[in-house]
């Protein structure tokens, strides 16, 4: 089972819409979450943080569902700049972060 | 404008050249990775280094060879390349090395050996 695994996309959806995805990871013991962001040949930039109790940044809200092993980011009134590949990156307690291949958004007008 | 400075953006080389990749961060962090990304897999972490030590080296083939000559220069030094090694490399760095500190990323070497 790989540590990280996210649904690939692509999730393609209308300009205002509400989009949501999942990432589960295999190690109980991992600590901490994170939501990086990845445009089409750039470099991941961290998005957010994901807090045990949840946390909201703007249009962005993440979740940790520790029992059921998976992290959430969900993205209100989605506008065309959204568009870009979300990569979930799990630590695992040896403090290494483990990334998932991502999955894609596209917006569209 | 990035804090993690990485050259060249492009490299293409033959099986048989030598050739550096090179990183350098502005941010005052302790450790520094190298990550390799290939179309549709999740990064892989390469090597890391903590306060100019090397930390890990995840299996990494010999042909990779990383220099830290001080907390905020980093290189990866290629020889004898194969076609599979053509990917993006991707220079990090965080305050320390540690879950809890975010990556920042360099925008990366796209490599294509040929």
């Known amino acids: 089972r790989k540590e990280v695994e996210q649904d690939p996309g692509p999730f393609n959806v209308p300009e205002g819409a509400t989009v949501a995805f999942n990432c589960t990871y295999s190690?109980?013991?991992?600590?901490?979450f994170f939501w990086y962001r990845q445009d089409c040949r750039k470099e991941p930039k961290l998005l957010m943080s994901v807090y045990s109790s949840g946390n909201e940044d703007g249009r962005f809200t993440a979740q940790l569902n520790r029992a059921s092993q998976y992290i959430s980011l969900l993205i209100r009134d989605s506008k065309l700049s959204d568009s870009a590949t979300y990569l979930c990156v799990v630590n695992s307690p040896d403090y290494k972060l483990s990334f998932g291949a991502g999955t894609t958004v596209t917006v569209r007008a | 404008e990035t804090g993690v400075t990485q050259t060249p953006r492009h490299l293409v080389m033959g099986m048989t050249n030598k050739k550096s990749l090179k990183c350098e961060q502005h941010l005052g962090h302790n450790a520094m990775y190298w990550y390799k990304q290939s179309a549709k897999k999740p990064l892989e972490l390469m090597f890391v280094?903590?306060?100019?030590?090397?930390?890990e080296n995840n299996s990494v083939p010999s042909r990779f060879s990383p220099e830290c000559p001080n907390s905020s220069h980093l290189f990866l030094h290629l020889h004898t390349l194969q076609p599979e090694d053509s990917a993006l490399y991707l220079c990090a760095s965080s305050q320390e090395q540690g879950a809890n500190s975010p990556l920042h990323f360099g925008n990366g070497t796209r490599l294509t050996v040929t």
């Open positions: 190690n109980s013991a991992s600590q901490s």
């Open positions: 280094y903590s306060l100019e030590e090397r930390v």
